[in-house]
């Protein structure tokens, strides 16, 4: 080999040698800017969240008076003891409590200091100084739909059923509840939705010691007991298949399906055997709802009404729930039974029949279909005698 080739050899070895030098400078650089930039973020969330928990003022010796209504979410709680300046962020206060499962929160007045931490004021809380007498009581009960959830509130309220309405078909305030609440989100605004709301509105009693409470206090308190209850679910299960709102859909249709707690599990198994086989749900709640009418039996032109909520014209979950779930529907939604089953019958009186086959299923409808019919005329005479 010449001289000169010799050279051209040293001189290419020498150039990448040269190129890898500055490929791994800038590497280097790269990760470096990047470690410095994961450092600086930890560093911030370490100073907020630390900031967030301490004290307002270490230093202050002023007594604040604050009072906590009853019915108040964790939410409402931050949001009171943020303007009363003892906390720093009422938002974080509610994703603070909800991290440590806190709960138990005492109606009351309390003397707090801004000189108090943050588990300071919620050990503070949970004691309770002094409860107060509620005002204002009502009942929700399970599987309502949101029209009722409104008259109920109307009826032991000043608020009447249109403003109640009008208030939770606010395009702009729900935007307002998409920001503050984990279970709501942008799906409760699809086009076809008929209440945004509905399937969110938590049934249980309520207590307020304002008798002239707000529409959207009522609604908040509802809102926050359903987002303390998915949340406990979707902690359980992490790789849960569906989203909140699949979740709460199906909730919806199990509570109006089942009448007896041992059922829930089974039809919520027969509601996901049917999702997993890509088969219709076929489920008659959806159907009377798409109507807008509560149905005693289902037709065959009832089945063929055309809305996104009719799961025996469209396949997959509908577009959003169908009523307002329990917490038993909820955990049913979340804890699937494992069965074979695909198919069920829920016969009048309450019970269930289960099956594998379409064979199966429809000798046990036409065995006992005519227990509805009967039913349903027994009612219409009975009515008939009164009158």
């Given at each position: 080999?010449?001289?000169?080739?010799?050279?051209?050899?040293?001189?290419?070895?020498?150039?990448?040698?040269?190129?890898?030098?500055?490929?791994?400078?800038?590497?280097?650089?790269?990760?470096?800017?990047?470690?410095?930039?994961?450092?600086?973020?930890?560093?911030?969330?370490?100073?907020?969240?630390?900031?967030?928990?301490?004290?307002?003022?270490?230093?202050?010796?002023?007594?604040?008076?604050?009072?906590?209504?009853?019915?108040?979410?964790?939410?409402?709680?931050?949001?009171?003891?943020?303007?009363?300046?003892?906390?720093?962020?009422?938002?974080?206060?509610?994703?603070?409590?909800?991290?440590?499962?806190?709960?138990?929160?005492?109606?009351?007045?309390?003397?707090?200091?801004?000189?108090?931490?943050?588990?300071?004021?919620?050990?503070?809380?949970?004691?309770?100084l002094m409860m107060q007498e509620a005002d204002l009581m009502f009942t929700i009960p399970e599987g309502l739909w949101l029209e009722n959830v409104?008259?109920?509130?109307?009826?032991?309220?000043?608020?009447?059923?249109?403003?109640?309405?009008?208030?939770?078909?606010?395009?702009?305030?729900?935007?307002?509840?998409?920001?503050?609440?984990?279970?709501?989100?942008?799906?409760?605004?699809?086009?076809?939705?008929?209440?945004?709301?509905?399937?969110?509105?938590?049934p249980a009693r309520y207590d307020f010691v304002d008798e002239d409470?707000?529409?959207?206090?009522?609604?908040?308190?509802?809102?926050?007991?359903?987002?303390?209850?998915?949340?406990?679910?979707?902690?359980?299960?992490?790789?849960?298949?569906y989203t909140v709102h699949e979740t709460l859909t199906l909730a919806s249709i199990i509570e109006r399906e089942a009448q007896k707690e041992k059922d829930r599990y089974t039809i919520s198994g027969v509601l996901y055997n049917r999702l997993d086989r890509n088969m219709r749900l076929q489920v008659d709640p959806t159907v009377a709802y798409a109507i807008g009418e509560h149905l005693y039996m289902t037709?065959?032109?009832?089945?063929r009404v055309d809305s996104p909520y009719n799961t025996y014209m469209y396949a997959g979950i509908p577009i959003g729930p169908v009523a307002n779930p329990g917490e038993a529907s909820i955990k049913a939604a979340f804890e699937p039974e494992e069965t074979e089953y695909i198919y069920f019958y829920a016969r009048y009186?309450?019970?269930?029949?289960?099956?594998?086959?379409?064979?199966?299923?429809n000798q046990n409808v036409q065995k006992y279909r005519h227990e509805w019919a009967e039913a349903r005329q027994s009612e219409e005479n009975e009515e008939g005698e009164q009158e």
């Open positions: 080999m010449s001289d000169q080739k010799k050279d051209e050899q040293l001189d290419k070895y020498a150039e990448k040698v040269r190129r890898a030098k500055i490929v791994r400078k800038i590497v280097l650089i790269c990760v470096a800017i990047i470690f410095l930039f994961f450092i600086s973020a930890v560093t911030f969330s370490y100073l907020y969240m630390k900031s967030a928990m301490g004290p307002v003022d270490a230093e202050s010796t002023e007594i604040v008076n604050v009072e906590i209504p009853i019915g108040s979410s964790s939410t409402s709680i931050g949001r009171i003891l943020e303007e009363e300046g003892v906390i720093k962020n009422g938002s974080f206060f509610r994703y603070y409590v909800r991290y440590k499962n806190e709960s138990g929160f005492q109606a009351g007045k309390y003397e707090l200091s801004k000189a108090m931490t943050l588990d300071e004021i919620i050990d503070e809380l949970k004691e309770g409104a008259r109920l509130i109307a009826q032991n309220t000043d608020h009447t059923e249109d403003e109640i309405m009008e208030t939770i078909s606010d395009e702009e305030y729900l935007e307002e509840l998409i920001e503050r609440y984990f279970i709501l989100t942008e799906d409760i605004l699809t086009d076809g939705i008929r209440h945004p709301l509905e399937g969110y509105l938590f409470v707000s529409i959207e206090t009522i609604i908040e308190a509802m809102i926050e007991r359903t987002d303390k209850i998915v949340a406990k679910y979707m902690s359980y299960y992490p790789d849960h298949p037709s065959y032109a009832d089945l009186g309450g019970d269930v029949l289960y099956s594998v086959t379409y064979e199966e299923h």
